[in-house]
């Protein structure tokens, strides 16, 4: 018995052995102390559909592509699905998140600028034709198709029950449009700054970007429920996408090449921070955020801004454009190469 005894002792340390062997291995791999945290002595949760897929590792730098139409510009994720507006053949493409494979290449719209889901539909900002599109998920087929008041509208934001849509008139002077998911009808029209461009929601404001005619741009916010307008914030040069991490928006300004990122809850510019050349669309993945533009995207931490890594899209000569998040990968559109990259 006492053999026994020794011998079970004698695996059990073995096999802890091997376990903080195998532990601090994989922690050098991702290039994390291997000292334990503070407190319980248990690492902060990454993205936890990540962990569920064993993705300890970092993103693929290249990522994975697969074939869109032509001239991807907006990227949305349907909770099963990506769908890319294609600006360039007047396509919108719909491909299986889990391996990209195209289940569908829809026509019908006019250089689509953007993509948004509603929770059972998929809205397209059409930018010649100025209106947008509203397209059942399932199977592609248009349901309607409802004006705004301006030009190009762009990238749109779903707030729970409507949709809103940036456009603007000649001179710049912009709105955004609220239109019922259920049935287009229009809302309102709210008049935000100059050339608005993109849109997202924080929970009970609508945010929008106004890119404005150079200089320092603006980021306009609106109640959800009225379209009152809360406030009217300055951020970097020629702000275009924006995106919410729970308590913060972050903005990419295309001609500083800076983010700024400002607190939801009074607009308060927290900080600048470099980014790469021309960013152009942004995106939280529960961790980190993620920026679009030139030939690379980059990954940022939230609480300083700080660059954490830079990826490429294939062939390192497409720019990047639309950017969104599936719940455990990055997908971003190359526009001149007619592709989206999987990270």
């Not at 993205?47 to 300890?56: F, I, Q, T």
């Not at 349907?78 to 289940?103: E, F, P, Q």
């Not at 190009?152 to 449009?177: K, Q, R």
């Not at 942004?282 to 030939?295: H, M, N, Q, R, T």
């Amino acid at each position: 018995m006492k053999t026994r005894i020794v011998i079970g002792v004698s695996l059990i340390v073995v096999v802890l052995a091997m376990a903080n062997l195998f532990v601090s291995h994989a922690q050098q791999a991702v290039g994390v102390s291997a000292t334990p945290p503070a407190g319980n002595g248990v690492p902060p949760l990454s993205n936890p559909l990540k962990v569920a897929l064993l993705k300890w590792y970092a993103a693929n730098e290249t990522g994975i592509t697969f074939p869109v139409g032509m001239g991807p510009t907006g990227v949305a994720f349907d909770g099963a699905n990506i769908w890319t507006a294609n600006y360039n053949d007047g396509t919108v493409t719909k491909l299986r998140a889990s391996d990209g494979t195209v289940l569908g290449t829809f026509k019908g719209f006019s250089a689509p600028g953007g993509v948004t889901f509603d929770g059972a539909n998929i809205w397209v900002s059409n930018s010649i034709t100025n209106n947008v599109s509203k397209v059942r998920a399932s199977d592609g087929t248009i349901l309607g198709t409802f004006p705004v008041p301006g030009v190009v509208p762009w990238w749109m934001t779903f707030d729970g029950a409507n949709i809103w849509v940036p456009s603007e008139n000649a001179n710049g002077n912009g709105w955004v449009t609220k239109l019922r998911a259920s049935d287009g009808k229009n809302l309102g029209n709210f008049a935000v700054g100059n050339s608005p461009i993109a849109s997202a929601f924080d929970g009970a404001s609508v945010w929008v970007t106004n890119l404005g005619g150079g200089g320092p741009g603006t980021v306009t916010k609106l109640r959800a429920s009225d379209g009152t307008v809360l406030g009217t914030f300055t951020v970097g040069s020629a702000p275009f996408g924006i995106a919410f991490d729970g308590a913060y928006m972050w903005v990419v300004n295309q001609y500083d090449s800076t983010i700024s990122k400002l607190r939801a809850s009074d607009g308060t510019v927290v900080g600048t921070f470099p980014v790469q050349t021309g960013p152009y669309g942004v995106a939280f993945d529960g961790e980190y955020i993620w920026v679009s533009g030139g030939l690379d995207i980059v990954e940022l931490r939230p609480n300083d801004g700080s660059i954490l890594h830079r990826y490429y899209s294939q062939m390192y000569t497409h720019n990047t454009t639309g950017i969104a998040f599936d719940g455990a990968s990055i997908w971003v559109a190359a526009y001149n190469g007619n592709f989206v990259d999987k990270f």
